[in-house]
T-cell receptor, first 114, second 114 residues
Framework: GAVVSQHPSRVICKSGTSVKIECRSLDFQATTMFWYRQFPKKSLMLMATSNEGSKATYEQGVEKDKFLINHASLTLSTLTVTSAHPEDSSFYIC??????????FGPGTRLTVT | DQQVKQNSPSLSVQEGRISILNCDYTNSMFDYFLWYKKYPAEGPTFLISISSIKDKNEDGRFTVFLNKSAKHLSLHIVPSQPGDSAVYFCAASGTLQGAQKLVFGQGTRLTINP
C-alpha cells in the first residue's frame, strides 16, 4: 500500500518553455501533498505544500508564479515549471501524506532545461 | 539554519555487522521522526518511524532509538546486508509556520561491504 507515482520520470525541455509534472497517490487519498527539490548530493528541500481544493503554500524563496501547483483531486497534484531556465534543472520529488505524519514519496522527475 | 543534521556523510560497514546511523535535531517542537532510504534517481522509501513519546521502535532488522534530552536519534540495522547500501535520510516532523512539515537531514551514504 501507500504507492505514489510521478510522471514523467525524465523530461528535457528548452529554455523558456513550461513543463508539467504529475503526482498521483495510487491506493489512498491525500488531502495534502508536498513538492520537494533535490540538488546533487544535497538533502530534499521542501518547495511547497499542496492542499486539495485550496491554494498551495510555498516555502520562503520559492516563486509561486514560476512553480504553479494544482491539487484538483484527492489523488492528483501537478507542478508546472513555467518559463523554465537551465537553473531549474533538478530532481523534483512529490510526496503524499497518509495520516498525520508519514509521507510516501514518488519516484521523482529529472528535469533538464537546455 | 539546519534543524536536522546528519553529521556523517558516509559510513562503510562489513556485511553481517551492525550499521548505526545518527541524526541530531535542534527544534524541540518536532514530535515525530522518520527514516527514509533512497537510491539514486529514485524517491525516498519510508523505513521506520518513532513518536516523541517513545524511545525505541523496532521493525525486523531496523531499530530506531530516540534520546529526547539529547535531541538525538539513531537507526540501527542488524545484520547489515549488501542491499542496505543506499543513502539514508532522517526526517523530523513538526508544525512549522502553522503546517505539519518534514525537515530532512543531509543524508548518510551507507555502503555494506561483502
Amino acid at each position: 500500500g501507500a504507492v505514489v507515482s510521478q510522471h514523467p520520470s525524465r523530461v528535457i525541455c528548452k529554455s523558456g518553455t513550461s513543463v508539467k509534472i504529475e503526482c498521483r497517490s495510487l491506493d489512498f487519498q491525500a488531502t495534502t501533498m508536498f513538492w520537494y527539490r533535490q540538488f546533487p548530493k544535497k538533502s530534499l528541500m521542501l518547495m511547497a505544500t499542496s492542499n486539495e481544493g485550496s491554494k498551495a503554500t510555498y516555502e520562503q524563496g520559492v516563486e509561486k508564479d514560476k512553480f504553479l501547483i494544482n491539487h484538483a483531486s484527492l489523488t492528483l497534484s501537478t507542478l508546472t515549471v513555467t518559463s523554465a531556465h537551465p537553473e531549474d534543472s533538478s530532481f523534483y520529488i512529490c510526496s503524499a501524506r497518509l495520516g498525520t505524519y508519514e509521507q510516501y514519496f514518488g519516484p521523482g522527475t529529472r528535469l533538464t532545461v537546455t | 539554519d539546519q534543524q536536522v543534521k546528519q553529521n556523517s556523510p558516509s559510513l562503510s560497514v562489513q556485511e553481517g555487522r551492525i550499521s548505526i546511523l545518527n541524526c541530531d535535531y535542534t527544534n524541540s517542537m518536532f514530535d515525530y521522526f522518520l527514516w527514509y532510504k533512497k537510491y539514486p534517481a529514485e524517491g525516498p522509501t519510508f523505513l521506520i518511524s518513532i513518536s516523541s513519546i517513545k524511545d525505541k521502535n523496532e521493525d525486523g532488522r531496523f531499530t530506531v532509538f530516540l534520546n529526547k534530552s539529547a535531541k538525538h536519534l539513531s537507526l540501527h540495522i542488524v545484520p547489515s546486508q549488501p542491499g542496505d547500501s543506499a543513502v539514508y535520510f532522517c526526517a523530523a516532523s513538526g508544525t512549522l509556520q502553522g503546517a505539519q512539515k518534514l525537515v530532512f537531514g543531509q543524508g548518510t551514504r551507507l555502503t555494506i561491504n561483502p
